[in-house]
């Protein structure tokens, strides 16, 4: 079946600019996660989504970032007045539910350039 | 809270077996998972250890021990296309951070000819 898919692939955008990443998670799958990426280091959590339930937005490293789930499917991540900081690749991963959020199912990310 | 540590790298040849160690600091977990990411790609899940003892997969075998709060890969029987970086990540068992993943900072692993 399909994985878990992210767009755009790649995003150039100028200093002060806001961009919208999308990611459409495995069908049928309840818990769906952001994550952040720089260059050679770890995944960085960002932001949990479980079901109806309030996300977890602890890993938010800003006001100027947030997310939603539509219809507890698709999802957007938000970057307000972007800044060269900002520049990483944010990954997205889904899992049938929180019990299983061992095993999540990442897209190939959006690998997001602020000049 | 909890931490995890792991090698930055580790270099070895085709067919050699590498082990690559996790250690952790953590207040309480579910359980232990490997994640495997080459340059340029998405993680992928290797394995997961719920219980102590060791769990195999093909090629890759994976260990908990929790009295010793340490976990370990094991690729055996090397290929280039092993070359990678893994992820070691625990599944905290804290209210707050239930189904949220913890990961290791990952150990890049580099195959030689």
């Known amino acids: 079946g399909a994985g878990v898919s992210q767009s755009p692939s790649n995003k150039v955008t100028e200093k002060g600019k806001d961009v919208e990443l999308r990611c459409d998670p495995i069908s049928g799958h309840t818990a769906l996660y952001w994550y952040r990426q720089s260059l050679g280091q770890g995944l960085e959590f960002l932001i949990y989504?479980?079901?109806?339930?309030?996300?977890?937005k602890s890993g938010l490293p800003s006001d100027r970032f947030s997310a939603e789930r539509t219809g507890g499917s698709v999802s957007t991540l938000t970057i307000q007045r972007t800044q060269q900081e900002d520049s990483a690749v944010y990954l997205c991963?889904?899992?049938?539910?929180?019990?299983?959020?061992?095993?999540?199912?990442f897209g190939p990310g959006t690998r997001l350039t602020v000049t | 809270g909890q931490s995890l540590e792991q090698p930055s790298e580790v270099t070895a040849v085709e067919g050699a077996i590498v082990q690559i160690n996790c250690t952790y600091q953590?207040?309480?977990?579910?359980?232990l998972s490997w994640y495997q990411q080459h340059d340029g790609g998405a993680p992928t899940f290797l394995s997961y250890?719920?219980?102590?003892g060791l769990e195999e997969t093909g090629r890759f075998s994976s260990f908990l021990s929790r009295s010793d709060s340490y976990g370990y890969l094991l690729l055996q029987e090397l290929q280039m296309k092993d070359s990678a970086s893994y992820f070691c990540?625990?599944?905290?068992?804290?209210?707050?951070?239930?189904?949220?993943?913890?990961f290791g900072a990952g150990t890049q692993v580099v195959v030689t000819p």
């Open positions: 991963a889904s899992s049938l539910a929180r019990i299983s959020s061992y095993e999540q199912y």
């Open positions: 953590t207040s309480g977990f579910y359980g």
């Open positions: 250890n719920a219980l102590d």
């Open positions: 990540a625990l599944s905290p068992m804290t209210t707050d951070s239930w189904g949220k993943l913890q």
């Open positions: 989504f479980q079901g109806n339930s309030a996300p977890d």
